[in-house]
């Protein structure tokens, strides 16, 4: 669930909004189609507990019930976009059981 409100936002900011939520919800569905196509190969997935994982390792992890989400909550979304770039920062309480 997105906490930040959708009015007076612009039309970019809402698009990425809108985004982040459907990648939230690929991951409380285990949607592994959704997570790659919304996730790039190249980058690596750095987590608070520091580990590091590749695509494959992250979407792995979600789809084998590894780390199963499931809730996600945001709070305290701050979305900034700059052209083609965004930029979105938040706070992520998850209930998982992994």
Same mark, same amino acid.
């Given at each position: 669930?997105?906490?930040?409100?959708?009015?007076?936002?612009?039309? @970019?900011?809402?698009?990425?909004?809108?985004? $982040?939520?459907?990648?939230?919800?690929?991951?409380? *569905?285990? *949607?592994? @189609?959704?997570?790659?196509?919304?996730? +790039?190969?190249?980058?690596? +997935?750095? #987590?608070?507990?520091?580990?590091?994982?590749?695509?494959?390792?992250?979407?792995?992890? $979600?789809?084998?019930?590894?780390?199963?989400?499931?809730?996600? *909550?945001?709070?305290?979304?701050?979305?900034?976009?700059?052209?083609?770039? @965004?930029?979105?920062? #938040?706070?992520?309480? @998850?209930?998982?059981? *992994?």
């Amino acid at each position: 669930m997105v906490s930040v409100a959708v009015f007076g936002q612009s039309k @970019a900011t809402e698009s990425v909004q809108q985004t $982040i939520t459907k990648f939230n919800k690929a991951m409380v *569905d285990a *949607d592994a @189609a959704t997570l790659y196509a919304m996730t +790039y190969p190249e980058l690596s +997935y750095g #987590h608070s507990s520091g580990v590091i994982q590749s695509q494959k390792e992250f979407v792995e992890g $979600i789809t084998s019930g590894r780390s199963d989400f499931q809730t996600i *909550d945001l709070s305290e979304e701050k979305i900034t976009v700059k052209g083609k770039t @965004a930029t979105v920062r #938040h706070i992520l309480s @998850a209930k998982t059981f *992994d």
